[in-house]
């Protein structure tokens, strides 16, 4: 039965350990990186509440993509990405937004289709249309065409772009309609011109823009809009300070953990708490995330493209000179295991502390049994040595040991006879019988 307890209990030390460095691994992408549990449950709501996505739905497929929870294998995203170009063939591309062709683009570049991205890029009108449509359309489509590694089409000149979206800036840094500032406009250009840095203008415009959003943060964390917290204009600032590679996480902390405030339990994201959960919201969120968890694991900024496989063999394209980062990321290491996010260090301290316990358990129980096996027959031994050494049922009683007449008439008078046995039972000598040393005491009444 001790056996079996000390088993089971080895079985329960293990299941414990099992049980806290679970969620560590089950945290692993498509890509095996590490990813939060906060951007699995965003993407799990996101594919369930997107079974299949539509056209106009491109930022959450983008968010799948590079968060590592869909594969670009995948029949939810190779089938999107076949209906996009299929839709490019037929002339769809352009008669939209440019901004939602360039989103489309970033998408095929996610999806590794960066070689069948010119059917859809062709679509896009020339630079000067282009800019007249408004910062939105430009930003992207120097995403699309820098860090997304696409090759541009002919007549768009993506380092004129981007001096073109610089030239839009405010006068107190920030960017905006009419020159009135906000988080969400100001994000979304520093996005884009943080991968154009080689170009003066945009050097000097990532700068001011970069301060602004440092000053316009919120006590909370995050970042408001119209005087309210803002979920899109925090999580923007988040992807727009996480593109600023070189700055590592200084800056970036505050508004990654302000995101939980506009993030349910069940992985979604909304307006408010008073809000229903909103899809473009979850994906915008999810994407900001993932661009965090990036950047602490050392990795490149989430619109550069170069770590998708492309399905024409090798990676990305590589990027025109002039749009490239100050200071490249550092790749991760090479082999091993990422490094941990901060929310798995607690689970694994709970669970080493645990197992610690159970084992010390188990181990003081074993060492309780060892000494009781080893003294064990050592008091076996000396009972058995013992038991040799008193008379047997057959043996003749031994002979009493003499006693001296001195001894015997020490003894107390409530003694004597009080031992029992042969010699309290023998009678008193007879009077003319010699008395000695072995005889019963007995008193004169003289």
């Known amino acids: 039965m001790r056996v079996i307890r000390q088993f089971s209990a080895v079985i329960l030390a293990i299941c414990l350990c099992a049980m806290f460095m679970l969620p560590v691994f089950s945290a692993r992408d498509a890509t095996g990186q590490l990813m939060p549990w906060e951007a699995r449950a965003a993407a799990q709501w996101l594919r369930e509440a997107l079974p299949q996505p539509a056209p106009g739905e491109e930022l959450a497929v983008l968010a799948l993509l590079r968060s590592g929870q869909v594969n670009p294998a995948d029949p939810y995203a190779a089938d999107y990405a076949e209906a996009l170009l299929a839709r490019a063939e037929e ?3 352009a008669k939209q937004e440019p901004a939602q062709t360039a989103r489309q683009l970033l998408v095929l570049a996610a999806a590794g289709l960066s070689a069948d991205s010119v059917r859809l ?17 430009m930003r992207l489509a120097l995403l699309a ?39 969400i406009s100001t994000a979304q250009a520093l996005q884009a011109l943080a991968f154009y840095r080689q170009q003066p203008a945009a050097e000097s415009s990532v700068a001011l823009a970069r301060a602004w959003l440092r000053a316009s943060r919120a006590e909370y964390g995050g970042y408001d809009l119209d005087g309210s917290p803002s979920a899109r204009a925090t999580a923007e600032a988040v992807i727009a300070l996480c593109c600023l590679s070189e700055d590592g996480l200084e800056g970036v902390d505050d508004p990654a953990g302000a995101l939980a405030v506009f993030q349910n339990e069940d992985g979604s994201f909304s307006a408010d708490p008073d809000s229903p959960p909103d899809t473009e919201l979850t994906a915008l969120g999810l994407l900001a995330i993932v661009s965090h968890a990036r950047l602490e694991r050392g990795m490149a900024p989430v619109f550069r493209m170069s770590d998708v496989p492309q399905k024409g063999g090798g990676e990305a394209d590589a990027e025109p000179p002039g749009p490239a980062d100050a200071e490249p990321a550092a790749a991760p290491p090479a082999g091993g295991m990422p490094p941990l996010p901060t929310w798995a260090v607690p689970i694994i301290l709970v669970g080493t502390v645990a197992l610690i316990v159970v084992l010390a358990a188990v181990l003081g129980g074993a060492g309780r049994d060892l ?23 057959g043996d003749a009683p031994a002979e009493p040991a003499p006693r001296s007449e001195a001894s015997v008439l020490a003894l107390p008078l409530d003694y004597i006879g009080a031992e029992g046995g042969e010699e309290a039972a023998a009678p008193p000598p007879a009077a003319d019988e010699p008395r000695t040393a072995a005889s019963p005491p007995y008193y004169d009444e003289g």
């Open 91 to 93: 002339g769809e591309a």
């Open 121 to 137: 890029s062709a679509g896009l009108p020339d630079a000067v249309t282009l800019k007249a449509a408004g910062p939105d359309g």
């Open 145 to 183: 065409f820098g860090p997304a590694g696409l090759p541009p089409p002919e007549g768009l000149d993506a380092p004129a772009l981007a001096e073109a979206l610089a030239a839009a800036q405010n006068q107190d840094g920030g960017f905006g309609a009419d020159g009135v500032s906000d988080a």
């Open 371 to 393: 000494r009781r096996r080893r003294t064990g027959p050592r008091r076996a031994d000396k009972l058995q040595n013992e038991g040799d050494e008193s008379p047997g049922a």
